[in-house]
């Protein structure tokens, strides 16, 4: 390894290779408590750097771990899987390489980030949007792609094409009609000629992607959404049912997202807390009871839903008209959209004297940011998710959790589309989380009429050991109850590769041999959904 810096120095210059304990801290942090040994942090700024970063790694036998911002919060954060290998940090390629309007794409390197993309796409006035994910605006596009994330509107993974890896045997490979020159429909169809590669990079362990192009969406003529409340825990099988036959029946083609009382408390209190300091309320155990309460007083029950609809003013219009009659008599059922918040606000700041439309205007302001997330709009007040059930007040909207006093873990089953079979899986994750003495929060996203992605996350304190050894206990007991019943997770963290790969596995085993072939010395990512 200290022959392998040595090189890396000598090709990326001094500052860009870490290797002291003061400047690697700030890499090893995690959510999910766990530590590696890290011997070194690259920080290439171009392909071509990339390139000799994997050429001296090959030289020296040394194993690389990619990220692209490090914002894996609750899976590994910028963790390897395995310890002793080099980190590869590639945010410094932050280049939007090309974005055409036409046909809504836009061509980037790693370093991207959602915020940084929507920001480029206001200031030149483009009619388009990007599918944003629930995280803050500084995480990156292709790393999210690159695990499979889920953003709202549609799986992350299935708008990435036209990729350029550089392989762990050193090549440098172009994706779909990419590697043709002169194709002028190398953003346009991912598929190109021949077998398609693209299906191997994500959650794959053989190259390191160097650019993609990501699908961005026509901006509508119209935006709304849709927001469902029920009083009822017996409700939830028949609010889940809806959601199906309504995108069934094509009245939406967004992502659904329902979530029990406890994530909506967790992505709304702290925003309704901090507006109530703003307003001049006292910090402290008091002022947050007070917001929570709010939240029950505003009718968010044991369930709420929320679904972003895109169309014309007519397909908006039928869609208010369907969700009504669909969950007539089951769930109380909101639209939102800018006119009513235009309207919304001003009634509030001409009414603001009245106790009772100022808590409104508060309400309005926390739900606000997460409004924007159905409209394609990215927000940092998120972040406060992962703070505020620690109760470690003192980080709120610190951008790097990771260094923080919060612990965080998440599980990922994907379920069928099934009312019975989600209610069935809230008791059991209620049941194993109780026994371990933690609260679950839930959100069970509607992705296709098919399958429905389970996000269930576990918020500890990572300064007491006990409840570590507790959280970890808990998660680690509900990843394989999942592999048990069926439902095996869409995306694990690094502690948890154990559930997924199996050498008996034909599958695994192919996996490890196209690893012999692509990076044979082994060093992208060792261990990363791999045998090897």
């Given at each position: 390894m200290n022959g392998a810096i040595a090189a890396w120095r000598e090709v990326l210059g001094t500052e860009a290779v870490i290797a002291d304990a003061e400047g690697l801290e700030a890499y090893t942090g995690s959510l999910c408590a766990t530590e590696r040994d890290v011997p070194c942090v690259l920080r290439p700024d171009s392909a071509d750097g990339v390139r000799e970063v994997v050429r001296i790694a090959n030289q020296f036998k040394t194993p690389l771990y990619p990220v692209s911002c490090g914002a894996q919060w609750g899976m590994g954060s910028r963790l390897p899987v395995r310890g002793g290998a080099a980190i590869v940090d590639l945010s410094r390629m932050n280049r939007i390489i090309e974005i055409n309007e036409e046909h809504h794409y836009a061509v980037v390197e790693p370093g991207v980030t959602q915020g940084q993309l929507i920001d480029h796409i206001r200031q030149n006035g483009l009619k388009l949007m990007l599918n944003v994910t629930g995280s803050t605006s500084t995480t990156?596009?292709?790393?999210?792609?690159?695990?499979?994330?889920?953003?709202?509107?549609?799986?992350?993974?299935?708008g990435i094409s036209n990729m350029s890896v550089v392989l762990g045997n050193g090549k440098t490979v172009q994706t779909g009609f990419g590697h043709f020159e002169g194709a002028k429909t190398s953003n346009l169809y991912p598929h190109g000629i021949g077998p398609s590669l693209d299906g191997l990079f994500p959650q794959g362990n053989f190259g390191i992607v160097v650019s993609a192009c990501?699908?961005?969406?026509?901006?509508?003529?119209?935006?709304?959404t849709a927001v469902v409340r029920i009083d009822s825990e017996e409700k939830l099988g028949p609010v889940i049912e809806?959601?199906?036959?309504?995108?069934?029946?094509?009245?939406?083609?967004?992502?659904?997202?329902?979530?029990?009382?406890?994530?909506?408390?967790?992505?709304?209190?702290?925003?309704?807390?901090?507006?109530?300091?703003?307003?001049?309320?006292?910090?402290g155990p008091e002022l947050r009871q007070q917001a929570a309460t709010m939240l029950e007083e505003s009718g968010f029950g044991p369930w709420s839903a929320g679904v972003g609809i895109l169309g014309t003013r007519e397909q908006l219009r039928y869609a208010r008209r369907e969700i009504r009659r669909t969950f007539r008599g089951i769930a109380r059922t909101t639209f939102l959209d800018d006119a009513f918040i235009r309207t919304a606000k001003t009634v509030a700041n001409l009414l603001s004297f009245i106790p009772f439309v100022r808590k409104q205007k508060m309400m309005l302001q926390a739900i606000e940011p997460t409004y924007g997330l159905t409209q394609g709009q990215t927000s940092d007040t998120c972040i406060n998710t992962i703070y505020w059930p620690t109760e470690d007040f003192e980080h709120l909207d610190s951008l790097d959790p990771a260094q923080s006093n919060s612990g965080l873990m998440f599980c990922l089953p994907i379920l069928p589309?099934?009312?019975?079979?989600?209610?069935?899986?809230?008791?059991?994750?209620?049941?194993?989380?109780?026994?371990?003495?933690?609260?679950?929060?839930?959100?069970?996203?509607?992705?296709?009429?098919?399958?429905?992605?389970?996000v269930v996350s576990l918020a500890f304190d990572k300064r007491d050991a006990a409840r570590v050894e507790a959280a970890r206990a808990c998660i680690q007991e509900m990843e394989g109850r999942y592999m048990e019943q069926g439902y095996p997770p869409y995306r694990v963290g690094i502690?948890?590769?154990?559930?997924?790969?199996?050498?008996?596995?034909?599958?695994w085993q192919t996996v490890r041999d196209l690893k012999q072939v692509l990076d044979p010395n082994h060093i992208i990512a060792p261990g990363r959904y791999n045998l090897v």
């Amino acid at each position: 390894m200290n022959g392998a810096i040595a090189a890396w120095r000598e090709v990326l210059g001094t500052e860009a290779v870490i290797a002291d304990a003061e400047g690697l801290e700030a890499y090893t942090g995690s959510l999910c408590a766990t530590e590696r040994d890290v011997p070194c942090v690259l920080r290439p700024d171009s392909a071509d750097g990339v390139r000799e970063v994997v050429r001296i790694a090959n030289q020296f036998k040394t194993p690389l771990y990619p990220v692209s911002c490090g914002a894996q919060w609750g899976m590994g954060s910028r963790l390897p899987v395995r310890g002793g290998a080099a980190i590869v940090d590639l945010s410094r390629m932050n280049r939007i390489i090309e974005i055409n309007e036409e046909h809504h794409y836009a061509v980037v390197e790693p370093g991207v980030t959602q915020g940084q993309l929507i920001d480029h796409i206001r200031q030149n006035g483009l009619k388009l949007m990007l599918n944003v994910t629930g995280s803050t605006s500084t995480t990156s596009l292709i790393g999210n792609a690159m695990d499979r994330g889920v953003g709202y509107f549609d799986s992350r993974a299935d708008g990435i094409s036209n990729m350029s890896v550089v392989l762990g045997n050193g090549k440098t490979v172009q994706t779909g009609f990419g590697h043709f020159e002169g194709a002028k429909t190398s953003n346009l169809y991912p598929h190109g000629i021949g077998p398609s590669l693209d299906g191997l990079f994500p959650q794959g362990n053989f190259g390191i992607v160097v650019s993609a192009c990501i699908d961005l969406m026509p901006e509508p003529e119209c935006c709304m959404t849709a927001v469902v409340r029920i009083d009822s825990e017996e409700k939830l099988g028949p609010v889940i049912e809806g959601m199906i036959a309504l995108r069934k029946n094509g009245i939406f083609h967004t992502i659904a997202h329902v979530g029990n009382r406890e994530r909506s408390y967790i992505l709304l209190a702290p925003m309704r807390y901090q507006i109530m300091i703003r307003e001049g309320g006292t910090p402290g155990p008091e002022l947050r009871q007070q917001a929570a309460t709010m939240l029950e007083e505003s009718g968010f029950g044991p369930w709420s839903a929320g679904v972003g609809i895109l169309g014309t003013r007519e397909q908006l219009r039928y869609a208010r008209r369907e969700i009504r009659r669909t969950f007539r008599g089951i769930a109380r059922t909101t639209f939102l959209d800018d006119a009513f918040i235009r309207t919304a606000k001003t009634v509030a700041n001409l009414l603001s004297f009245i106790p009772f439309v100022r808590k409104q205007k508060m309400m309005l302001q926390a739900i606000e940011p997460t409004y924007g997330l159905t409209q394609g709009q990215t927000s940092d007040t998120c972040i406060n998710t992962i703070y505020w059930p620690t109760e470690d007040f003192e980080h709120l909207d610190s951008l790097d959790p990771a260094q923080s006093n919060s612990g965080l873990m998440f599980c990922l089953p994907i379920l069928p589309a099934s009312g019975r079979e989600v209610c069935d899986m809230v008791k059991d994750i209620r049941d194993t989380f109780t026994r371990h003495g933690f609260e679950a929060a839930i959100t069970v996203n509607l992705m296709t009429d098919k399958a429905m992605e389970g996000v269930v996350s576990l918020a500890f304190d990572k300064r007491d050991a006990a409840r570590v050894e507790a959280a970890r206990a808990c998660i680690q007991e509900m990843e394989g109850r999942y592999m048990e019943q069926g439902y095996p997770p869409y995306r694990v963290g690094i502690d948890s590769m154990h559930h997924v790969v199996n050498e008996d596995d034909p599958f695994w085993q192919t996996v490890r041999d196209l690893k012999q072939v692509l990076d044979p010395n082994h060093i992208i990512a060792p261990g990363r959904y791999n045998l090897v």
